[in-house]
């Protein structure tokens, strides 16, 4: 029997302290509110999760290119993006408890309660006033009020009025403050995409359809705490903008809706907490004509990792107008001159990484025991083969020394390990999701044989060491999720 514990998100804190994936930012401090470090091993996941995307949105691809464009762009970029005057969060504090939240969060806290109670047509109800209110302070403060909504420290309904507050972070350009020198910390990188639409146009020989993909960090001054790195104030985007002639647009939109989803499922994520949800006209900004998020189903509830917006030619003409650069595209075959549509997949990369640690994470009912195991795909595990000498003496461990310098010149990760039972050692490298194991015993040193350990079926089988390279890289390949009881 294999389960996911109930506290499991407690679970996955404590392993990414305790194993070094990942540490409050600035702890010895006392911390700095919803702002994480990575460790030795949350720093290899966050690069395997980026590959894996690099690779299946450019690499293998003829018609998508990369750029890396810079963090703080000219401010008017977020003026005519709209963020400045937009992008900004409806919060609300309790008199009492002297707590602020998002007012909107509150709301759909209340929704998800109803739901739970079985409550359809009062969930329903609520969130569409909620929908028809975004955007109006007055009406979300009424909607509070009408859904008899409490504060979750004090239990009181002692709240101020809502307010908006601007989610970028502002910096100055140059070392004084002069009041005209304001900048911002890029709160998307998307903008970037579209002000270099000209210039990998023009220098990559691509023409539409085609996609500029990204990833970087974006900042958010995020107000409400945020399960773990699912929401902080400094994340990393993974985001691709699809320039299309518009009558592809449709075709386009199912196509990477669809492509997107599949990419997660290949990561090994479990299908049946993966769903495509489609925003309802009323959450749509006015620009877009259609969205949809990739939700996985998180021990907190449905959440969303990634979403893939229809943002038509809004941007691409609202940067020709402010910057009098003209961003349309010109068709040498059909003469025709146009602004192209936009489809954009934009994921966060820490939200896929714990996505990955949530989904792979199990406590194994093994007989008179429980193991913790992290089935992570063995291309995204931090280490891939862990190397022991069954023991220290009689020139197994120089041996096991050797063959780990061998996979380490293959591109693998390692990691040697002499100390302990072996078996400890085993568990060790299954609660960080390591897919293989090799241990070097007095059969190596006599038939040059070694025994490679599998981590999900803990299964061993035994080979000449000549042939662990090769053996390793195919089981890699072949590697399918195992079947869990839920
Ligand atoms: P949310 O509704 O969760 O605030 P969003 O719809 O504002 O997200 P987008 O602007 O579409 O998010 O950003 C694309 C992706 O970037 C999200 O799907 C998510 O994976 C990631 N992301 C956004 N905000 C954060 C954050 N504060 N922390 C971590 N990842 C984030």
Same mark, same amino acid.
């Given at each position: 029997?294999?389960?996911?514990?109930?506290?499991?998100?407690?679970?996955?804190?404590?392993?990414?302290?305790?194993?070094?994936?990942?540490?409050?930012?600035?702890?010895?401090?006392?911390?700095?509110?919803?702002?994480?470090?990575?460790?030795?091993?949350?720093?290899?996941?966050?690069?395997?999760?980026?590959?894996?995307?690099?690779?299946?949105?450019?690499?293998?691809?003829?018609?998508?290119?990369?750029?890396?464009?810079?963090?703080?762009?000219?401010?008017?970029?977020?003026?005519?993006?709209?963020?400045?005057?937009?992008?900004?969060?409806?919060?609300?504090?309790?008199?009492?408890?002297?707590?602020?939240?998002?007012?909107?969060?509150?709301?759909?806290?209340?929704?998800?309660?109803?739901?739970?109670?079985?409550?359809?047509?009062?969930?329903?109800?609520?969130?569409?006033?909620?929908?028809?209110?975004?955007?109006?302070?007055?009406?979300?403060?009424?909607?509070?009020?009408?859904?008899?909504?409490?504060?979750?420290?004090?239990?009181?309904?002692?709240?101020?009025?809502?307010?908006?507050?601007?989610?970028?972070?502002?910096?100055?350009?140059?070392?004084?403050?002069?009041?005209?020198?304001?900048?911002?910390? $890029?709160?998307?990188? /998307?903008? #970037?995409?579209? !002000?270099?639409?000209?210039?990998?146009?023009?220098?990559? =020989?691509?023409? %539409?359809?085609?996609?500029?993909?990204?990833?970087?960090?974006?900042?958010?001054?995020?107000?409400?705490?945020?399960?773990?790195?699912?929401?902080?104030?400094?994340?990393?985007?993974?985001?691709?903008?699809?320039?299309?002639?518009?009558?592809?647009?449709?075709?386009?939109?199912?196509?990477?809706?669809?492509?997107?989803?599949?990419?997660?499922?290949?990561?090994?994520?479990?299908?049946?907490?993966?769903?495509?949800?489609?925003?309802?006209?009323?959450?749509?900004?006015?620009?877009?004509?259609?969205?949809?998020?990739?939700?996985?189903?998180?021990?907190?509830?449905?959440?969303?990792?990634?979403?893939?917006?229809?943002?038509?030619?809004?941007?691409?003409? $609202?940067?020709?107008? /402010?910057? #009098?650069?003209? !961003?349309?595209?010109?068709?040498?075959?059909?003469?025709? =001159?146009?602004? %192209?549509?936009?489809?954009?997949?934009?994921?966060?990369?820490?939200?896929?990484?714990?996505?990955?640690?949530?989904?792979?994470?199990?406590?194994?009912?093994?007989?008179?025991?429980?193991?913790?195991?992290?089935?992570?795909?063995?291309?995204?595990?931090?280490?891939?083969?862990?190397?022991?000498?069954?023991?220290?003496?009689?020139?197994?461990?120089?041996?096991?020394?050797?063959?780990?310098?061998?996979?380490?010149?293959?591109?693998?990760?390692?990691?040697?390990?002499?100390?302990?039972?072996?078996?400890?050692?085993?568990?060790?490298?299954?609660?960080?999701?390591?897919?293989?194991?090799?241990?070097?015993?007095?059969?190596?040193?006599?038939?040059?044989?070694?025994?490679?350990?599998?981590?999900?079926?803990?299964?061993?089988?035994?080979?000449?060491?000549?042939?662990?390279?090769?053996?390793?890289?195919?089981?890699?390949?072949?590697?399918?999720?195992?079947?869990?009881?839920?």
């Amino acid at each position: 029997m294999a389960k996911q514990p109930s506290g499991v998100m407690d679970a996955i804190v404590s392993l990414c302290k305790r194993r070094g994936f990942v540490f409050q930012a600035s702890e010895i401090y006392g911390g700095v509110g919803n702002t994480y470090d990575y460790g030795p091993l949350g720093v290899e996941l966050l690069r395997r999760v980026k590959d894996a995307w690099w690779t299946r949105m450019v690499q293998e691809r003829r018609d998508v290119v990369g750029l890396d464009s810079a963090i703080i762009q000219h401010p008017q970029t977020w003026v005519t993006s709209g963020h400045v005057g937009g992008f900004s969060d409806p919060l609300i504090d309790n008199k009492t408890s002297k707590q602020r939240y998002r007012a909107d969060h509150l709301i759909e806290e209340k929704v998800a309660k109803y739901r739970k109670k079985g409550r359809d047509k009062d969930a329903d109800a609520l969130q569409a006033k909620l929908n028809a209110s975004l955007g109006d302070n007055a009406a979300l403060r009424a909607l509070i009020d009408e859904a008899k909504i409490k504060c979750p420290v004090s239990g009181t309904d002692d709240w101020t009025d809502v307010r908006q507050f601007n989610l970028m972070f502002k910096t100055t350009i140059g070392p004084v403050d002069t009041g005209d020198n304001i900048a911002y910390l $890029r709160p998307e990188t /998307a903008q #970037g995409i579209f !002000l270099n639409f000209k210039n990998v146009l023009e220098s990559s =020989r691509q023409k %539409p359809p085609f996609g500029i993909a990204q990833i970087g960090k974006s900042f958010r001054n995020e107000i409400t705490p945020g399960n773990f790195v699912f929401r902080t104030r400094e994340f990393e985007q993974a985001e691709m903008e699809f320039f299309v002639p518009p009558a592809e647009n449709d075709h386009w939109f199912e196509y990477w809706k669809s492509a997107r989803l599949q990419w997660y499922i290949d990561l090994g994520i479990d299908p049946g907490k993966l769903r495509l949800r489609d925003h309802d006209a009323d959450e749509l900004a006015h620009y877009s004509t259609g969205c949809t998020d990739v939700e996985y189903e998180y021990p907190f509830g449905w959440g969303e990792l990634e979403g893939i917006a229809c943002r038509t030619d809004f941007d691409l003409k $609202r940067h020709s107008e /402010a910057s #009098g650069t003209d !961003l349309v595209y010109f068709d040498p075959q059909t003469k025709e =001159r146009y602004t %192209p549509y936009v489809i954009e997949p934009a994921g966060g990369i820490n939200r896929i990484a714990l996505t990955c640690l949530i989904d792979a994470y199990e406590e194994e009912q093994l007989e008179g025991d429980v193991r913790t195991v992290l089935h992570l795909h063995p291309r995204l595990a931090p280490i891939t083969v862990g190397v022991f000498p069954l023991v220290k003496k009689g020139g197994m461990a120089e041996r096991a020394d050797e063959l780990e310098q061998e996979l380490r010149r293959a591109g693998l990760a390692t990691f040697y390990d002499e100390k302990g039972a072996i078996g400890r050692r085993y568990r060790r490298q299954d609660e960080v999701g390591t897919p293989f194991c090799v241990t070097i015993d007095g059969d190596t040193l006599e038939k040059g044989t070694v025994t490679l350990r599998h981590r999900d079926s803990m299964e061993q089988e035994t080979l000449p060491s000549g042939e662990l390279v090769a053996a390793i890289r195919e089981r890699i390949d072949a590697w399918t999720r195992p079947e869990r009881k839920a």
